[in-house]
């Protein structure tokens, strides 16, 4: 097992307990300090969706994963269920697997048993993280030659030499893609392209677009759990930027933008406030919003349109009986054609 990590450290899920937030209050950079004043002070005001994720934001994530309200973790791992001889099939054995957003690596190492991998690589932005899980995965799977990446991916993927250039499966599950806008996202996909060389393919999980009062729940749900994962990024940015936001002058909205496709979430204000931090302020009105995501929803033809245009033709479309969510599968434009030659 190899262990690349990256030359900064950054946030992840599992930084130490005692720590407050996320573990990076110390080195936190003055590029990040610039780009969240920057999106405070725009109009609307918005924050990248990277800072609901400190430590404890991590934990409300993975807790609302749990929600009844929150189809998309439980339709996704039944999907994977339901379909994984077909999904193997479409894949081909002997793949070097490349795990965007790795995590736990729980995802992927449930598909290694038909996916037969010849190498896997987890890719998350910790590598630290990813070390006590693939120290626990190759003892496990002791045959399948494993590699860590910190790496924030989200910029474009770097892999290292010794990830074998063909046969290159790229894993990018639980609807991820979703929190890019459109731009971003085929901007990823073409990225994912060029790094795959020749005859790579792609395994997403993709969020479906519904009635919007499934939506509407899945991200405002009953017991507020979204909500106080939503509130947190206050906190957060009181952590990083020294802000002085008071949590309850605000609100959590979310709602389904049926004309954009999206679901948007929010941080309303409940009354008028002054927002202090080092060099700067904001006053927001009663009602006014800071936008902190947007989560897209596909249909199979908006999403095999954005495939497309970023140079990967779909093979294969599975969705839940109801089809809420989808897994999909693609491969290169010319791995499509050197397989059409071939047949
Ligand atoms: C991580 N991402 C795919 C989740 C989503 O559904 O867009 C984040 C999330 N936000 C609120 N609930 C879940």
């Known amino acids: 097992m190899s262990i690349h990590s990256p030359l900064v450290r950054q946030h992840s899920a599992d930084d130490c307990a005692n720590d407050q937030g996320g573990g990076i209050a110390a080195g936190q950079s003055d590029a990040e300090r610039a780009e969240i004043s920057r999106g405070l002070l725009g109009s609307p005001a918005q924050v990248p969706p990277k800072y609901l ?75 630290d993280f990813l070390r006590d899980a693939l120290d626990r995965l190759q003892s496990c799977h002791p045959d399948i030659r494993m590699t860590a990446l910190g790496q924030d991916f989200s910029q474009g993927l770097h892999l290292p030499q010794e990830v074998p250039a063909d046969n290159r499966l790229f894993f990018y599950p639980g609807s991820s893609l979703g929190n890019f806008g459109p731009d971003d996202a085929h901007r990823f996909l073409s990225g994912l392209r060029q790094s795959g060389g020749r005859q790579a393919s792609l395994l997403l999980g993709v969020d479906l677009v519904k009635e919007p009062e499934v939506l509407n729940a899945a991200y405002d749900d009953a017991l507020g759990l979204t909500a106080a994962f939503n509130l947190n990024l206050l906190r957060n940015l009181n952590r990083l930027l020294q802000a002085d936001f008071d949590v309850r002058d605000w609100t959590h909205v979310a709602f389904f933008n049926e004309q954009k496709s999206r679901i948007e ?35 199979r033809a908006s999403l095999a349109a954005l495939l497309e245009g970023a140079g990967w033709q779909p093979t294969d479309f599975w969705t839940d009986p109801a089809g809420w969510f989808a897994v999909v599968h693609a491969r290169t434009q010319t791995a499509v054609s050197l397989q059409k030659d071939v047949a």
């Open 53 to 127: 994720y400190d430590t404890l934001g991590s934990k409300l994530f993975e807790s609302l994963c749990l929600l009844p309200e929150y189809y998309p973790t439980r339709t996704e791992a039944a999907i994977f269920r339901a379909h994984r001889h077909d999904i193997a099939r479409a894949a081909g054995p002997g793949a070097v697997l490349v795990d965007l957003g790795a995590g736990n690596c729980a995802k992927a190492e449930s598909l290694f048993g038909v996916l037969a991998p010849r190498h896997y690589v987890a890719v998350d932005i910790s590598a």
């Open 265 to 299: 979430m929010h941080l309303q204000a409940r009354r008028a406030v002054l927002v202090r931090w080092p060099g700067s302020s904001r006053r927001f009105a009663e009602g006014e919003r800071i936008h902190t995501e947007s989560s897209y929803k596909y249909t």
